[in-house]
């Protein structure tokens, strides 16, 4: 009895308590867009919307969807989903709005911000730490999402204290202190983001349609995010994600229980009806009613509650008969009148005739059960056998697909078919004709990818259809940073391939002394006051060194006498008459030209100086 007691628990837990709890996800989604400083941003608010959205559907437990907000009222946003991120496995923070980066630290702007000097954004913007610091208490993945790299709208207007303090276009590289922690920006650290042309930025449009994808790891996800947003914006810009996961996937949103054969839709209820059918008492039907009092196992049950209510009869009507043969017996032992004795008969005939009407019910309730369990059995096969059929079915769908995708790609290729040489059996590719090239002439070539090497950073000289020095340096240095291979001294078709397959810049942007890659651009170092750029382009502190005036060469002093002394008599006699002599000689004046005493500057020192009108 102990053990039955005890097997009972169990089933009464397993009924009783639900599945284990899920990892809890909680989101934060801001948008801001009605800057009072500033001109409005028109999507942020669309952005942060949409965004919003996509957290709902992927099932979070929490999303709080802000806009428009101040700087009082980002810090007790913040501060409250501080709080919340607590007890969450997963926290994300998702910005849409303006971003600064001063000094190497990335801030985000809340709408009342003015930022009328370089240090207002210590008192009206957040630092990027700020936000990380609100999610640090998530248990397995910290995420934010910047779609904060527009251009500055007050490098314009923002007066620095300091020369020397750096304000950069777009955001800042950031590295993360703490473990699976992300942040993903709309564009790549020194570089700005497009709002595109639809009422969604093409990077949020991206993130909504990659991140919730059932059981996509997150580094995936937003790959796909970074081929979507560059294909959109014609390659000008690039997503790019800072910090780094552990070695597991890790999706944002679960990956869905595997539908095989296997499954069923309602496996709990049925693996509870199962272990109650195994326990086969009145008290484990009782406890299955109670969980479940509706549908197809509820009815299940209720039929097994019948049977054992028929049994429980059939028991008593057995008993009540023996009770009433041993009665007769008694009476018979004991000689008793025949009254009482026909009584006893009497009895005992109803009593079993009342046991043989509880074992005819009793059967007719097991073969109700059996009829029952028998139909349960059949329509989880059916439910097995459908599942089955659909799995076979969309792997047939897949497989078609892939197959039509392949023969499409096969007729846009050139074709080839292989055939066996009987001497050597070499496969030999017999290949259609190569297409003509276009019929450009040869300067129009050179000027075609003289203009595709200035693209992609290696050339600044203008694309003025001659393949010269500077032309063939810059092909050198695509060569170089590509790892190709091109004949420099030759502007080819091949080469003008190779350089339109890069969608970005390939050679890095180099400034002359005094200057600093900014972007796309050099822009000129500002050292302030008692600073100078020294050969490493730094600001360094002292002034500048002044040239020195070099004295006049020995060897042109005596060069000017060899030729005063090489002038012909008659010559000399045309001048002036006048004689001028220095260390290295004396010579006749030269003709229209006259000798002066002058005092050099506040000097009483003076000499004869030849001066000519």
Known sequence: MRALGWFFLILLLSLTIGPTHAERRVALVIGNSAYKSVPKLANPVNDAALVGGMFKKAGFDFVEIRTDLNIAETRKTLREFGLRSRDADIAVVYYAGHGIEVDGINYLVPTDAALEVDTDVYDEALPLDRILATIEPAKQLRLVILDACRDNPFAGSMKRTVASRSIGRGLAKVEPSSPNTMIAFAAKAGSTASDGASKNSPFATAVVERLPKPGLDLRKAFGFVRDDVLKSTDYRQEPYVYGSLGGEDLPLVPAAPAMGPQADPQEAVRRNYELALQLGTRDGWTVFLAQYPDGFYAGLAKGQLNKIAAEEARAAAADKARQAEEEKARLAADRANRAE??????????????????????????????????????????????????????????????????????????????????????KVADLPPTPPQPSLSPQETIKLVQSELHRVGCLTNASDGDWNTASQRSLTLFNKFAGTKFDTKLASFEVLDAIKGKPGRVCPLACERGFRAD????????????????????????QDKKPVAARESPKAVDDERKQVESVPPKQQARSSGQMICSSAGCRPVKPGCHVEQRKYYSTSISAATEVCN
């Open 341 to 426: 004795q026909e009584k006893a008969a009497a009895a005992a005939k109803a009593a079993e005739n009342t046991r043989l009407a509880a074992e005819k019910a009793k059967r007719a309730e097991e073969t109700k059960a059996a009829e029952a369990e028998q139909r349960r059995k059949d329509a989880e096969a059916a439910v097995y056998k459908a599942l089955a059929e659909k799995q076979a079915a969309e792997a047939a769908l897949a497989d078609r697909i892939a197959k039509e995708k392949a023969a499409a790609e096969l007729t846009t290729q050139p074709a080839t078919r292989v055939t066996n040489d009987k001497n050597d059996d070499l």
């Open 519 to 542: 972007g796309e651009s050099c822009v000129r170092i500002t050292c302030r006051s008692g600073y100078h750029i020294n050969s490493d382009n730094e600001c360094e502190k002292g």
